[in-house]
Nanobody
Framework: QVQLVESGGGLVQPGGSLRLSCAAS????????VGWFRQVPGKEREGVSW????????YHLDSVKGRFTISRDNAKNTVYLQMNSLKPPDTAVYYC??????????????????WGQGTQVTVSS
């Protein structure tokens, strides 16, 4: 069964950190680029961080640059999003998505082949 499963969300205080995981099954995630998206109620889903296939090229929106990093563990078929210095505006449901064409920075949701179910991140004191 082909699927992506996110985990690692939760409640964290401002300035804290979380690491989200995106685990793939049924396909080799290293052959795909992976994007992390977030969505709050009433707003469109927005991509914030990507890692390319193969060379691991990263791309981040300015709003998270310097605070979020993305990495792969190919042995675990998993991509991670390390989020540091979290702020209340980072509160959202976070989704990972895989693109077989290996691109980064693509905001068009229809360009992705697989999506996870999402994990809630809440930044609040």
């Amino acid at each position: 069964q082909v699927q992506l499963v996110e985990s690692g969300g939760g409640l964290v205080q401002p300035g804290g950190s979380l690491r989200l995981s995106c685990a793939a099954s049924g396909f080799t995630l290293d052959n795909y680029s992976v994007g992390w998206f977030r969505q709050v109620p009433g707003k469109e889903r927005e991509g914030v961080s990507w890692i390319g296939s193969g060379d691991g090229n990263q791309y981040h929106l300015d709003s998270v640059k310097g605070r979020f990093t993305i990495s792969r563990d190919n042995a675990k078929n998993t991509v991670y999003l390390q989020m540091n210095s979290l702020k209340p505006p980072d509160t959202a449901v976070y989704y990972c998505a895989a693109d077989r064409l290996g691109r980064v920075g693509i905001q068009n949701l229809g360009e992705y082949d697989y999506w996870g179910q999402g994990t809630q991140v809440t930044v609040s004191s």
